[in-house]
T-cell receptor, first 118, second 113 residues
């Protein structure tokens, strides 16, 4: 079974530019979560998509946005990049929330995209 | 407002001995707790979990203990092996938050040969 795949692995952008990060969940998983891990910090929740809709977002400015496609893959867009956006961005997928099975058991993470803003 | 705290950024343990990783939380509504393990350049992987109705859950070398009165949980690894060297994250969730996981900052475990 293929795991959660994220692309690109590394991304270098200039301050003010836009970055697009992509995530493909495990087959059968309908929920996708985005997290930011800045240097020395834990995982900060960004966004949760389920069945194509945004279900929840963390405490991040609106320039962090995303979407989920009909095949459940997802994009994270970061506009007007700032130096402090440099971080590892992790995507995770799980079974649909309603079953309750995603309470930890079903969170599978990708290897992340390392975004560097210069 | 850090609801889940892992106060030890790192921990060094001799191979074969017990590793104890600690996690404290402030939200008494948390009803499910999880531990994840993360190697460099990889995403976290689920390790073990515990529901708030239990005080202990064991899976092979890994045991998680929950002390609800102290709002504290710990992960015990016995015996510690070199492959256990990784960053360990504690996470918690509460039903009212749509099961969102709240994460600690992580503890880097180093197993010395």
């Amino acid at each position: 079974e293929a795991g959660v795949t994220q692309s690109p692995t590394h991304l270098i952008k200039t301050r003010g530019q836009q970055a697009t990060l992509r995530c493909s969940p495990i087959s059968g998983h309908t929920s996708v979560y985005w997290y930011q891990q800045a240097l020395g910090l834990g995982l900060q929740f960004l966004l949760w998509y389920d069945e194509g809709e945004e279900r929840n977002r963390g405490n991040f400015p609106p320039r962090f946005s995303g979407r989920q496609f009909p095949n459940y893959s997802s994009e994270l867009n970061v506009n007007a990049l700032e130096l402090e956006d440099s971080a590892l961005y992790l995507c995770a997928s799980s079974m649909t929330f309603g079953t309750g099975r995603h309470r930890g058991y079903g969170y599978t993470f990708g290897s992340g995209t390392r975004l560097t803003v210069v | 407002d850090q609801q889940v705290k892992q106060n030890s950024p790192s921990l060094s343990v001799q191979e074969g001995r017990i590793s104890i990783l600690n996690c404290d939380y402030t939200n008494s509504m948390f009803d499910y707790f999880l531990w994840y393990k993360k190697y460099p350049a990889e995403g976290p992987t689920f390790l073990i979990s515990i529901s708030s109705i239990k005080d202990k859950n064991e899976d092979g070398r890994f045991t998680v203990f929950l002390n609800k009165s102290a709002k504290h949980l710990s992960l015990h690894i016995v015996p510690s092996q070199p492959g256990d060297s990784a960053v360990y994250f504690c996470a918690a969730s509460v039903e009212d938050s749509n099961y969102q996981l709240i994460w600690g900052a992580g503890t880097k475990l180093i197993i010395k040969p």
